[in-house]
């Protein structure tokens, strides 16, 4: 039926023969720009990736200086991004602002740009060792993209998306300065714990994590023989998270 309506719709001149192959495996192309588009993107829906890039470099380099080359150079970008090739997306996407920085699609460029960071992190499902054990620079680099994004976009379409996906990279961030933090206080090396979870708390505010921090980094403090930072810490506690169960613990542990 999609082919149906392809060659109806788009293809009225050439016909279905446009989807053909020419001659040692090369696309028969079609005449006009936004034909050719139509054609990459049907054989980018059926997973033909080589046949989609070959139509997408068509439109590129023929018609430079209509807006469907523009569009060919982001359909190479999402190209890459589905071939799960993610800097080579990113590449492209970032080459797309700085060449074309006023283009209307331009934060949709920098917001697939940034994605790609998060789809390099480690799946949360079927993970051995979990996410939050393994090597977190993936997930930097993607709280960084996504800051970026939403500083310079803030109102762009994509910046509710962004926004999840950047209170969900500070949580894992913060959920492995916890586990490395926990590491530290199996082994008793509390002036470790401590400065870890003073990183957590300064650096990915906000996160459903918090208390649980701040009562492990009073509890550092204590074994620390620091009072002063151990009662400054429980202040913390009542601070960050005020009406809260939490804040009721705190109060009582400092003894007003």
């Known amino acids: 039926m999609r082919s149906v309506v392809l060659c109806v719709t788009v293809l009225l001149l050439s016909g279905c023969a446009a989807l053909s192959q020419g ?33 997408f470099d068509h439109v590129r380099a023929k018609y430079p200086y209509l807006e469907a080359a523009r569009e060919a150079e982001l359909k190479l970008g999402d190209l890459d991004f589905a071939r799960e090739m993610y800097p080579e997306a990113r590449e492209k996407f970032d080459s797309f602002i700085k060449l074309h920085p006023t283009h209307p699609k331009v934060d949709y460029a920098a917001y697939r ?32 993209a996504m800051n970026a994004f939403l500083r310079q976009y803030p109102q762009s379409q994509y910046a509710t998306d962004a926004k999840v996906h950047a209170d969900d990279a500070r949580f894992r961030l913060a959920r492995h300065e916890l586990y490395v933090a926990s590491f530290y206080a199996r082994r008793e090396r509390w002036k470790a714990v401590a400065q870890r979870l003073e990183g957590l708390l300064k650096d990915y505010p906000g996160t459903t994590l918090e208390e ?6 009073h509890e550092a403090y204590g074994k620390l023989n620091d009072p002063q930072r151990a009662q400054d810490t429980l202040r913390q506690v009542i601070k960050r998270l005020p009406g809260t169960p939490a804040a009721e613990r705190a109060q009582k542990m400092l003894g007003s």
């Open 23 to 55: 001659p040692a495996g090369e696309p028969n192309y079609a005449g006009q720009a936004m034909e050719n588009l139509a054609l990459g993107d049907a054989a980018m829906e059926d997973k033909d990736f080589l046949k989609a890039e070959k139509y």
């Open 113 to 144: 740009a940034a994605l790609s960071y998060v789809e390099e992190f480690p799946s949360e499902f079927f993970a051995l060792p979990p996410s939050y054990e393994k090597e977190q620079k993936p997930m930097y680099d993607a709280l960084r």
């Open 212 to 217: 649980e921090a701040l009562f492990k980094l």
